[in-house]
């Protein structure tokens, strides 16, 4: 995924991402086991080329890898969409979880031993839209994984494990099924045509885990960047903080003017030619910076 990403740096003079769809091929080749009618059966969850030997039973696919399956289609979703969603509806279908008389108790056995695949069968419900699906793996994965509010306002995933703070490993797939939306995970791969998003306005130095961000998009229609910001810590609501705004257009700053919830803002200083620091406290707040960036396309 990484390699995805850098080649949208370089404006596509790399494809650094081609040895992962040679590997794909060969995934398809050795790791897949199908039925007559072609559907996906089984997933080896290694091979070794030198001994010929496949872990993984080509009869059972949970015994054959259910939880490499829903890995391996996470992140083959931006390579190769059609074969995420296979071994993903394989992996549905494997669960039960399309069954109109599903039981969580029948089901037990499996979410105790296979809680991860529950956790991204859920992510990938959420990024194809399968909303019967979601609906019935959020109530699953609500049972095992314990989301509840914690310290000063904080929120995560305790797993029943009787401790005072989550385990962010096994909290992780789940705060990305709070978090996406409808094909989000694809758009992160799929937007090369909002390369200059890497030279636009940006925003730095936010004071988290004091102040949070929740918005920071750049309008080249109107030539402003809004920023939207929260109380990620609630006790240091009210309290004063900053942060930066930098890679404005050349020599613009004594023309930027900044609003904060619809009024002037005049609490902000100029660090260089392209750069500006705004003076604010922590809390909900809506920031509407003019920068005069006219880019080609929405960031």
Not at 174 to 192: D, H, L, P, S, Y
Not at 244 to 271: A, F, M, Q, S
């Amino acid at each position: 995924m990484g390699l995805c990403l850098y080649d949208q740096l370089t404006a596509g003079r790399t494809d650094k991402a081609a040895v992962a769809r040679e590997w794909i091929t060969y995934f398809k080749e050795h790791f897949l086991f199908r039925d007559e009618a072609g559907n996906i059966v089984s997933m080896a969850t290694y091979y070794d080329p030198d001994i010929k030997y496949v872990n993984g039973d080509r009869n059972t696919f949970l015994t054959g890898g259910c939880t490499a399956a829903v890995m391996a289609a996470w992140y083959l979703l931006p390579l190769d969409p059609e074969l995420a969603r296979e071994l993903y509806e394989a992996t549905i279908t494997e669960l039960g979880l399309r069954e109109d008389r599903y039981s969580l108790w029948r089901a037990l056995p499996k979410i105790t031993l296979y809680t991860i695949s529950y956790q991204l069968a859920l992510c990938l419900a959420i990024e194809f839209g399968d909303q019967p699906v979601v609906n019935r793996l959020r109530k699953i994965c609500e049972v095992f994984s314990e989301p509840r509010h914690f310290g000063d306002g904080l929120f995560g995933f305790f797993y029943h494990l009787g401790e005072a703070h989550p385990r962010g490993f096994q909290s992780a797939n789940m705060m990305v099924a709070e978090v996406i939306t409808k094909g989000a995970w694809q758009r992160v791969f799929q937007n090369a045509s909002h390369r200059d998003r890497f030279s636009a306005p940006t925003v730095l130095g936010v004071d988290f885990p004091r102040l949070g961000l929740s918005v920071a998009f750049n309008d080249p229609s109107q030539g402003t960047l809004r920023i939207e910001t929260y109380a990620a810590t609630e006790s240091d609501s009210g309290k004063e903080t900053n942060f930066k705004v930098v890679n404005l257009p050349d020599d613009v700053v004594t023309h930027v003017t900044v609003t904060r919830d619809g009024k002037e803002h005049r609490d902000w200083t100029r660090i260089n030619a392209t750069s500006i620091e705004i003076q604010t406290t922590v809390g909900p707040h809506v920031l509407i910076v003019k920068t005069g960036y006219m880019g080609s396309t929405g960031v």
